[in-house]
């Protein structure tokens, strides 16, 4: 399991990238691992409202779905339509497919640096 | 095999119709259909074999042992069937005058006395068409209740955390807010954990019993005096039945409204997935909140479907119910806890039971113990057995444990059949431990290995393109 | 007394024995006393096969076979082929469980795959799903589908089946969302009443083609305000007519649906029926029920399994769009089996002939004093007469065999199909005029 050491995270396995004001929020390594497979996302639309620690979509394998929850609050100003025909570039690549990019963030939950949310990871698995 | 449409040639068909013998009506071309739809075009012959093929490859209960959990797969018989394809019963227009549908009528009215009598239930409609379906429209008796009252402030309604996926589906699509208890540890309501949640925010609760892990919740009437106390309704989700039905009444237990699944307690037949019969019946007070058809009854009510319902499942049930009568029914409930007793004594001593004790008429066995010595998963066990001509139970469900297999084996079974599933089960337990490379690549002798489930829902093919 | 359980009484106490019990009322030791039936059940004795079959062809007596059905209105009594019974009553397609196992059921998720794709073909859509309950419960679950969280208002044609509006309006009661009707203008949907109805809060529009008077709706060009309103257009179609008629796809539907009795089903007072249901793949993922999809097995050969679970209630429970599991697949295997043994041409002979049955009727019983047509329009099997002495003509053919049209409105709502002969239309204008005379 690798873990970037440039990306903050979220006890809930999203990770996020701050580019000036806009939020990149993807998800962890370790989540795609324990999600096994994706087969699908269900992504927000652009223009919606997001709330830290709330859900703002979810990813689906082939006998389970797990709902993203967002660690910002912020307007969804892009989603990576790409995901809806290639999920599987979640498992390829946590850390280059990001999900969506949140802009007016007004609010930002707890995150973890990489060292801690290792830690978090640990006590997990 | 070949699809239907891979097997098409143009121009040939079956000789089914005479000549139109009227002149023939032009439709106008705005609405006129611009291509010729690509369905098959075959000799009668041709679609004979076809689906004979197709039918060589698929496993009934008729055919072979079918221990699927909480589906009771019982044997369906063929009386009932036949009674189900008489033209007085198949001829009959919904929509005829009154006089002419006295059979029908007496039919829907005498299985409805009957199963009221099973249920302790006052009142019943036959109309919703599946299991779900019931759910559905016995939660929607509670909100009509409620409403009815003016009492607005319920929008809970409470499902334990073992409950079919059906449950929670059904409150929310009744616009309810879903609060999962947790169970106990033998699988039945944590009464703590019940009382922690009713409130006058409380709608009802919904419950089968016995439970999913098959096992009688001894503190039924306290669950459901607890949440009559809150002032919510109790809602029985009948999939169980066939442990209790003439030995315990969900009436007497406290519940206000119940399904029953006719396609498995009443040994109709599934068809491959349906047609089922969902009949609701409920205490009289929910009675006047009953679904009826806009166009056959009183206008005003609730509907769930149109017409009366699945009227040829109800025959079926009522052929079934007529030959069981009143020893019948309890010794077929009796029969199938029996029998599920002893499969789960003879497996015992190498899968492990999740709960060791007296169970109801199913059992799950939680294989989390035997994967972490062999690393063969409950899956790879499923899927050896098919290379015994057996199906394979219930695969991990309940949630609440891990590796389960839940096996049914129902009445109609023989005791040599269990004494046979119980030796095939002892064997894939010893092969566990020899040959567990083996058992990851089962099915052997199937129609087809294991099935790429991750590409089939990745890049959906939901429908044959001509190439 | 009938019994279907297999084991003798000493087989009963051997495994009694194994388990370490004395008798069945250990097997219901949590059962509490006070709730354990100490009485039989109100229920007749068990019965032998031969006295239940006196019993039900008894009650099946009592019911009225006719030899013509000029009724419809949901229910169409058209010619099933004998293969088409025949089929769907093998054993193993008879009482298999929903294909879980798909190393075991390939013959059911196969029969299924050439369902939808045959769905498909008819509505000109991409996608289907494994079929629901009916027709009124597939426009439900259509109407369901189509809401978002900003758009929840359904509007249903006024000019579609009773039973099919008050079941939207029951599962639209579910959710908690409204449902609006809309008018009807000369037997069809009031299309300047449609436009002004569509405010931004609608999700879908609900129009059946032919509608509840078998007139032929103006389907195509209301797709257009229905969608420059943003919201989604649901035709709901009769499958027969769709041999002949416009496909819901080239009229702009976004989801087709419709009730599949017709397709070699009997009438059995009223199931069990056949929900279809298709859509574009733009909404695929929201389509309720089972799906059936094609992929690959360990060896690389075509293998067919249950698709796209993860939108259904066992994966997704209180967030799935809807609860259904157990669906009609017996009956879609009976439509495949019909539209096979029909082919393309026989479907469209059905339709043909039933449109010109129904004209014929309606052509004849028009020259009858006083009998008028009460909307004019082009109509597929069914049409509405305003007529004198509606009941005596009724109750004149019902006396020869003959189930006359439906009382409906003031008038009397007639349906013929090809599996009427001319000779029958005849006899039935005879007697109607002997009636009028």
């Given at each position: 399991?690798?873990?970037?050491?440039?990306?903050?995270?979220?006890?809930?396995?999203?990770?996020?990238?701050?580019?000036?004001?806009?939020?990149?929020?993807?998800?962890?390594?370790?989540?795609?691992?324990?999600?096994?497979?994706?087969?699908?996302?269900?992504?927000?639309?652009?223009?919606?409202?997001?709330?830290?620690?709330?859900?703002?979509?979810?990813?689906?394998?082939?006998?389970?779905?797990?709902?993203?929850?967002?660690?910002?609050?912020?307007?969804?100003?892009?989603?990576?339509?790409?995901?809806?025909?290639?999920?599987?570039?979640?498992?390829?690549?946590?850390?280059?497919?990001?999900?969506?990019?949140?802009?007016?963030?007004?609010?930002?939950?707890?995150?973890?640096?990489?060292?801690?949310?290792?830690?978090?990871?640990?006590?997990?698995? | 095999?070949?699809?239907?449409?891979?097997?098409?040639?143009?121009?040939?068909?079956?000789?089914?119709?005479?000549?139109?013998?009227?002149?023939?009506?032009?439709?106008?071309?705005?609405?006129?259909?611009?291509?010729?739809?690509?369905?098959?075009?075959?000799?009668?012959?041709?679609?004979?074999?076809?689906?004979?093929?197709?039918?060589?490859?698929?496993?009934?209960v008729?055919?072979g042992f079918y221990p699927l959990g909480?589906?009771t797969m019982k044997y369906?018989?063929?009386?009932?069937?036949?009674?189900?394809?008489?033209?007085?019963?198949?001829?009959?227009?919904?929509?005829?005058?009154?006089?002419?549908?006295?059979?029908?009528?007496?039919?829907?009215?005498?299985?409805?006395?009957?199963?009221?009598?099973?249920?302790?239930?006052?009142?019943?409609?036959?109309?919703?068409?599946?299991?779900?379906?019931?759910?559905?429209?016995?939660?929607?008796?509670?909100?009509?209740?409620?409403?009815?009252?003016?009492?607005?402030?319920?929008?809970?309604?409470?499902?334990?955390?073992?409950?079919?996926?059906?449950?929670?589906?059904?409150?929310?699509?009744?616009?309810?807010?879903?609060?999962?208890?947790?169970?106990?540890?033998?699988?039945?309501?944590?009464?703590?954990?019940?009382?922690?949640?009713?409130?006058?925010?409380?709608?009802?609760?919904?419950?089968?019993?016995p439970?999913?892990v098959g096992i009688f919740?001894?503190?039924?009437?306290?669950?459901?005096?607890?949440?009559?106390?809150?002032?919510?309704?109790?809602?029985?989700?009948?999939?169980n039945l066939n442990a209790v039905m003439g030995v315990v009444?969900?009436?007497?237990?406290?519940?206000?409204?119940?399904?029953?699944?006719?396609?498995?307690t009443?040994a109709?037949?599934?068809?491959?997935?349906?047609?089922?019969?969902?009949?609701?019946?409920?205490?009289?007070?929910?009675?006047?909140?009953?679904?009826?058809?806009?166009?056959?009854?009183?206008?005003?009510?609730?509907?769930?479907?149109?017409?009366?319902?699945?009227?040829?499942?109800?025959?079926?049930?009522?052929?079934?119910?007529?030959?069981l009568?009143?020893e019948g029914v309890p010794e077929a409930a009796q029969n199938a806890v029996l029998n599920a007793n002893y499969l789960m004594a003879c497996i015992k001593g190498t899968f492990t039971p999740a709960f060791d004790r007296i169970c109801m008429h199913e059992f799950v066995l939680?294989?989390?113990?035997?994967?972490?010595?062999?690393?063969?998963?409950?899956?790879?066990?499923?899927?050896?057995l098919?290379?015994y001509?057996m199906h394979?139970p219930?695969?991990?469900?309940?949630?609440?444990?891990?590796?389960?297999l839940m096996l049914e084996p129902t009445e109609t079974e023989s005791k040599e059949t269990l004494d046979w599933a119980a030796e095939v089960f002892r064997a894939?337990y010893?092969?566990?431990?020899?040959?567990?490379?083996?058992?990851?690549?089962?099915?052997?002798?199937?129609?087809?290995?294991?099935?790429?489930?991750?590409?089939?829902?990745?890049?959906?093919?939901?429908?044959?393109?001509?190439? | 007394m009938g019994s279907y359980v297999p084991s003798t009484q000493e087989q009963r106490q051997e495994m009694l024995q194994a388990i370490g019990l004395k008798d069945f009322r250990d097997l219901y030791r949590d059962v509490?006393?006070?709730?354990y039936?100490?009485?039989?059940?109100?229920?007749?004795?068990g019965?032998?096969?031969?006295?239940?079959?006196?019993?039900?062809?008894?009650?099946?007596?009592?019911?009225?076979?006719?030899?013509?059905?000029?009724?419809?209105?949901?229910?169409?009594?058209?010619?099933?082929?004998?293969?088409?019974?025949?089929?769907?009553?093998?054993?193993?397609?008879?009482?298999?469980?929903?294909?879980?196992?798909?190393?075991?059921?390939?013959?059911?998720?196969?029969?299924?795959?050439?369902?939808?794709?045959?769905?498909?073909?008819?509505?000109?859509?991409?996608?289907?799903?494994?079929?629901?309950?009916?027709?009124?419960?597939?426009?439900?679950?259509?109407?369901?589908?189509?809401?978002?969280?900003?758009?929840?208002?359904?509007?249903?044609?006024?000019?579609?089946?009773?039973?099919?509006?008050?079941?939207?309006?029951?599962?639209?009661?579910?959710?908690?969302?409204?449902?609006?009707?809309?008018?009807?203008?000369?037997?069809?949907?009031?299309?300047?009443?449609?436009?002004?109805?569509?405010?931004?809060?609608?999700?879908?529009?609900?129009?059946?083609?032919?509608?509840?008077?078998?007139?032929?709706?103006?389907?195509?060009?209301?797709?257009?305000?229905?969608?420059?309103?943003?919201?989604?257009?649901?035709?709901?179609?009769?499958?027969?007519?769709?041999?002949?008629?416009?496909?819901?796809?080239?009229?702009?539907?976004?989801?087709?649906?419709?009730?599949?009795?017709?397709?070699?089903?009997?009438?059995?007072?009223?199931?069990?029926?056949?929900?279809?249901?298709?859509?574009?793949?733009?909404?695929?993922?929201?389509?309720?029920?089972?799906?059936?999809?094609?992929?690959?097995?360990?060896?690389?050969?075509?293998?067919?399994?249950?698709?796209?679970?993860?939108?259904?209630?066992?994966?997704?429970?209180?967030?799935?769009?809807?609860?259904?599991?157990?669906?009609?697949?017996?009956?879609?295997?009976?439509?495949?089996?019909?539209?096979?043994?029909?082919?393309?041409?026989?479907?469209?002979?059905?339709?043909?002939?039933?449109?010109?049955?129904?004209?014929?009727?309606?052509?004849?019983?028009?020259?009858?004093?006083?009998?008028?047509?009460?909307?004019?329009?082009?109509?597929?099997?069914?049409?509405?007469?305003?007529?004198?002495?509606?009941?005596?003509?009724?109750?004149?053919?019902?006396?020869?065999?003959?189930?006359?049209?439906?009382?409906?409105?003031?008038?009397?709502?007639?349906?013929?199909?090809?599996?009427?002969?001319?000779?029958?239309?005849?006899?039935?204008?005879?007697?109607?005029?002997?009636?009028?005379?």
């Amino acid at each position: 399991m690798t873990i970037n050491p440039d990306l903050k995270y979220s006890k809930s396995h999203e990770w996020v990238r701050m580019d000036g004001d806009v939020a990149v929020i993807g998800i962890s390594d370790f989540a795609q691992d324990a999600l096994g497979d994706l087969v699908f996302v269900n992504l927000p639309q652009v223009g919606d409202d997001v709330t830290a620690g709330e859900a703002f979509g979810d990813v689906e394998s082939v006998k389970a779905v797990s709902d993203l929850m967002s660690p910002v609050t912020g307007v969804v100003c892009e989603i990576n339509e790409e995901l809806l025909d290639a999920p599987e570039n979640l498992n390829n690549d946590p850390y280059g497919a990001w999900i969506i990019k949140v802009e007016n963030v007004t609010d930002t939950e707890e995150l973890l640096d990489a060292a801690a949310y290792e830690a978090h990871c640990a006590a997990e698995a | 095999m070949k699809l239907i449409f891979e097997k098409s040639v143009p121009g040939r068909r079956c000789a089914i119709l005479p000549a139109c013998d009227v002149p023939k009506v032009e439709l106008p071309a705005d609405l006129q259909r611009e291509t010729a739809p690509l369905l098959p075009e075959m000799s009668e012959t041709d679609v004979s074999r076809h689906y004979t093929e197709l039918n060589q490859h698929v496993h009934g209960v008729n055919c072979g042992f079918y221990p699927l959990g909480s589906c009771t797969m019982k044997y369906n018989p063929r009386i009932d069937e036949e009674m189900a394809s008489l033209p007085g019963f198949t001829g009959i227009h919904p929509l005829a005058p009154k006089g002419a549908v006295e059979g029908c009528e007496e039919v829907i009215e005498t299985a409805k006395r009957y199963l009221c009598e099973i249920t302790g239930m006052a009142d019943m409609t036959f109309q919703p068409a599946a299991g779900a379906h019931g759910e559905f429209t016995g939660v929607l008796l509670i909100k009509q209740y409620h409403d009815s009252r003016n009492d607005k402030n319920r929008t809970k309604i409470i499902v334990p955390d073992s409950a079919h996926g059906t449950n929670p589906a059904t409150a929310a699509m009744c616009g309810y807010q879903v609060v999962n208890i947790p169970s106990a540890p033998n699988g039945c309501v944590d009464l703590d954990a019940l009382k922690a949640v009713l409130g006058p925010d409380t709608a009802g609760l919904m419950l089968t019993n016995p439970n999913t892990v098959g096992i009688f919740d001894e503190n039924i009437l306290e669950i459901t005096r607890l949440v009559h106390e809150a002032g919510g309704l109790c809602y029985y989700d009948g999939a169980n039945l066939n442990a209790v039905m003439g030995v315990v009444r969900p009436g007497d237990m406290g519940f206000d409204c119940v399904h029953l699944n006719l396609h498995k307690t009443f040994a109709t037949p599934h068809g491959g997935g349906g047609p089922g019969a969902g009949a609701v019946g409920c205490k009289a007070f929910l009675a006047p909140f009953l679904p009826h058809s806009a166009l056959m009854e009183e206008p005003g009510h609730i509907q769930v479907r149109g017409f009366r319902g699945n009227f040829l499942v109800v025959v079926r049930a009522l052929a079934y119910l007529l030959t069981l009568g009143r020893e019948g029914v309890p010794e077929a409930a009796q029969n199938a806890v029996l029998n599920a007793n002893y499969l789960m004594a003879c497996i015992k001593g190498t899968f492990t039971p999740a709960f060791d004790r007296i169970c109801m008429h199913e059992f799950v066995l939680d294989l989390s113990e035997f994967k972490k010595a062999t690393g063969v998963s409950a899956l790879d066990v499923a899927k050896s057995l098919i290379d015994y001509g057996m199906h394979p139970p219930t695969m991990y469900f309940p949630l609440i444990v891990h590796e389960a297999l839940m096996l049914e084996p129902t009445e109609t079974e023989s005791k040599e059949t269990l004494d046979w599933a119980a030796e095939v089960f002892r064997a894939l337990y010893e092969l566990g431990y020899k040959d567990p490379a083996f058992m990851h690549a089962a099915p052997h002798n199937a129609q087809i290995g294991r099935p790429d489930e991750v590409k089939a829902a990745r890049n959906p093919i939901v429908r044959y393109v001509k190439a | 007394m009938g019994s279907y359980v297999p084991s003798t009484q000493e087989q009963r106490q051997e495994m009694l024995q194994a388990i370490g019990l004395k008798d069945f009322r250990d097997l219901y030791r949590d059962v509490p006393e006070s709730m354990y039936l100490d009485h039989p059940l109100d229920l007749p004795e068990g019965q032998s096969e031969l006295e239940v079959s006196r019993a039900l062809n008894g009650m099946a007596r009592k019911n009225k076979v006719y030899d013509a059905v000029l009724r419809g209105a949901g229910a169409y009594d058209h010619y099933i082929p004998s293969i088409v019974k025949y089929i769907p009553a093998k054993e193993e397609f008879l009482t298999a469980y929903t294909p879980y196992q798909a190393e075991m059921s390939q013959g059911v998720l196969q029969s299924i795959f050439e369902y939808q794709t045959e769905i498909c073909e008819l509505t000109g859509m991409d996608v289907s799903n494994a079929s629901v309950y009916d027709g009124a419960t597939a426009a439900a679950e259509a109407c369901a589908m189509a809401r978002d969280r900003k758009r929840r208002l359904t509007l249903v044609s006024g000019a579609a089946h009773p039973d099919v509006i008050n079941t939207i309006r029951t599962y639209s009661y579910g959710t908690n969302d409204e449902v609006k009707v809309i008018p009807v203008k000369n037997g069809k949907t009031d299309r300047e009443a449609l436009k002004a109805m569509l405010t931004p809060e609608v999700s879908a529009v609900y129009v059946q083609q032919p509608n509840f008077y078998g007139l032929f709706e103006d389907a195509e060009t209301m797709a257009v305000p229905v969608h420059e309103a943003g919201a989604l257009y649901i035709l709901g179609v009769n499958p027969i007519a769709l041999g002949i008629m416009k496909t819901p796809r080239d009229c702009g539907a976004d989801i087709a649906v419709g009730e599949g009795q017709p397709l070699g089903l009997p009438i059995a007072y009223g199931g069990p029926y056949l929900g279809f249901m298709a859509t574009t793949t733009k909404n695929m993922r929201k389509l309720p029920g089972r799906i059936v999809g094609e992929t690959t097995d360990d060896n690389g050969n075509r293998a067919y399994v249950l698709s796209l679970q993860a939108r259904e209630q066992h994966i997704r429970r209180e967030k799935a769009g809807s609860n259904i599991c157990s669906n009609e697949a017996l009956c879609a295997l009976t439509a495949g089996v019909y539209l096979a043994a029909m082919g393309p041409a026989g479907l469209k002979e059905v339709a043909e002939s039933s449109m010109a049955k129904a004209h014929y009727l309606c052509r004849e019983l028009m020259q009858l004093p006083g009998v008028k047509l009460r909307y004019e329009g082009p109509f597929f099997h069914e049409f509405l007469l305003d007529m004198p002495k509606a009941d005596e003509i009724l109750a004149a053919l019902d006396q020869k065999g003959i189930l006359g049209g439906l009382p409906y409105e003031g008038g009397v709502l007639w349906c013929a199909t090809e599996k009427v002969s001319k000779e029958m239309l005849d006899e039935v204008v005879a007697i109607v005029k002997g009636v009028l005379a």
